[in-house]
């Protein structure tokens, strides 16, 4: 993955002359003065554990790094801020050492001797947060090591009769996808970060998929875990479900390491599908696409992928990338998607349900369009960054009489942070009961972007908690969510969280300073 920004290098994305055109003439964006840094000029502090420790995390680990560029490409994750940072030559967030494991047993270990010593612990996945998950607290601590878990990379075992597969943590998402491939199976799960990300790190931070309509989210497919903790280690997940207790699995799930770390997961699967059909929808309003849409999820049927563009990112052509720039054709933009052996059925119930509501059907091609741009945004935000634009996602989700506000309040907290800046949102994950609201933001640099949007960032979290919102649908809490999360859940549920934290890690050593509250 690229240092300093988003995936393979080699699918850089050069702007359209569109979208350049509307970045100077809309938003008055103009290039920065200042070159990018390169990854040798990248400021690091100097490695702070001593040859002592060192020498003791590669007894437990057999491989621990500490050169420069090892140390560059684990420093924060892959937020706008994260990526500005980078860019300027900041790599003050580094950790002192990358620590490899290649078992459950290594990770105990790591985490027993870290705890021992007072070290910081990150665990590392794919390294795609995008909410300051993986920037620990230094202080009080002799040092800080990114645990990386590359090593634990195996499928182990594939029970067909259950629908169950029993994965290594370190597994990234293509590969598990090539791997169930040949049992004829697939977990269905397609986030945006799915080039990069693992399956651990899906679980840590609740992801959810783009066709999550259809397979549900990750945190659905989890039906076991096997967690390494200071404290000892947790097995979790012996049936479908149970009412032994609290299910702890759901403690784990979504503690973006702060808990433990993840080095297995029980999964369900389904069978690969054998059709897949996409297509697209014009609706008169985003309010009267939001109406289709809560049909579907509330009467059925639903189709596998059901993403509604508002009329500003239906305009600007963000749903289907290679479009960008070029003039739409008004309305709001509804892609819906059907995966599995027989769509034709569901096709058929969930078009007739669509054109009721007032739906204008547009065929396959802006449906192909998405396909094969689905995974391209995070490209094309490298080229804005590049090009002077601050460009920035976040996302919240609530119940569907309270959609229309929140889509409000979070609207104008950004205008009021920034002016003038390009606002766009879609719908791409329902529920019978609510839907999430996913904003993506544009806006010229200022001489300081990263506070800039520091800025707008917590108008809009203080905008959400007051709409009745929650802070956060998929993309986690880890910094940037902290202080809103803690004022959803209340002291109560604060304090209930420091408590798991004291038993499961009684030193403060995994991932200080992200998710869990501070003292009361």
């Avoid at 702070?48 to 560059?72: I, N, S």
Wanted: charge should be negative; include cysteine; aromatic fraction near 6%.
């Amino acid at each position: 993955m690229l240092w300093s920004g988003w995936g393979d290098p080699a699918k850089a994305r050069e702007l359209p002359p569109g979208m350049l055109g509307l970045l100077r003439d809309l938003l008055g964006v103009r290039a920065p003065e200042t070159p990018a840094a390169s990854l040798e000029s990248v400021r690091l502090p100097p490695v702070a554990l001593p040859e002592r420790l060192l020498g003791a995390l590669e007894e437990v680990a057999g491989q621990v790094l500490t050169g420069h560029e090892d140390r560059v490409r684990h420093t924060r994750g892959k937020s706008t801020p994260d990526l500005l940072r980078m860019r300027a030559g900041d790599g003050s967030d580094a950790p002192d050492a990358v620590v490899v494991p290649g078992s459950h047993e290594e990770v105990a270990g790591v985490l027993r001797l870290c705890s021992r010593e007072r070290i910081a612990v990150v665990p590392f996945g794919g390294g795609t947060s995008v909410v300051g998950g993986l920037a620990a607290v230094r202080e009080g601590f002799a040092g800080v090591v990114a645990l990386d878990l590359r090593g634990l990379d195996r499928l182990r075992s594939v029970d067909v009769e259950s629908m169950v597969a029993t994965f290594e943590a370190g597994v990234r998402a293509p590969d598990a996808e090539r791997l169930l491939a040949g049992h004829g199976l697939t977990l269905g799960h397609f986030p945006q970060s799915f080039e990069y990300a693992t399956l651990g790190g899906f679980a840590a931070a609740r992801s959810s998929g783009q066709a999550s309509a259809g397979y549900g989210r990750f945190d659905d497919m989890v039906v076991g875990l096997t967690v390494a903790t200071p404290s000892g280690t947790l097995e979790l997940g012996r049936a479908p479900k149970s009412a032994a207790g609290p299910d702890l699995r759901q403690l784990v799930l979504g503690s973006e390491g702060a808990f433990g770390v993840i080095t297995a997961l029980r999964l369900r699967v389904r069978r690969a599908p054998v059709e897949r059909r996409y297509e697209g929808w014009r609706f008169a309003s985003f309010e009267e696409g939001s109406a289709a849409m809560r049909a579907l999820a509330q009467e059925g049927p639903l189709p596998t992928v059901l993403r509604l563009s508002d009329e500003t990112e239906t305009l600007i052509g963000l749903a289907k990338p290679e479009t960008i720039g070029s003039a739409g054709s008004g309305g709001c933009l509804l892609i819906a998607g059907y995966e599995g052996a027989m769509v034709g059925g569901r096709h058929a119930g969930a078009s007739a349900v669509l054109a009721r509501a007032g739906g204008e059907p547009l065929g396959p091609e802006p449906g192909r369009a998405w396909e094969h741009g689905r995974f391209s945004a995070p490209y094309l935000r490298d080229s804005l960054l590049a090009a002077g634009a601050t460009v920035e996602t976040l996302e919240t989700a609530g119940f569907w009489s309270n959609i229309p506000r929140l889509y409000d309040a979070v609207r104008l907290a950004l205008l009021g942070a920034l002016g003038s800046p390009l606002v766009m949102c879609h719908i791409s994950h329902v529920y019978e009961t609510g839907a999430s609201l996913y904003f993506t933001v544009v806006t010229p640099q200022d001489a300081d972007p990263v506070a800039q949007w520091e800025r707008a960032k917590a108008a809009v979290n203080a905008a959400i908690v007051e709409a009745g919102g929650t802070i956060t649908h998929h993309h986690g809490v880890g910094r940037d969510h902290r202080a809103a999360y803690e004022a959803e859940i209340g002291p109560v549920g604060a304090g209930v969280l420091r408590a798991v934290k004291a038993e499961l890690d009684p030193a403060g050593i995994l991932n200080p300073g992200v998710l869990i509250p501070g003292p009361a």
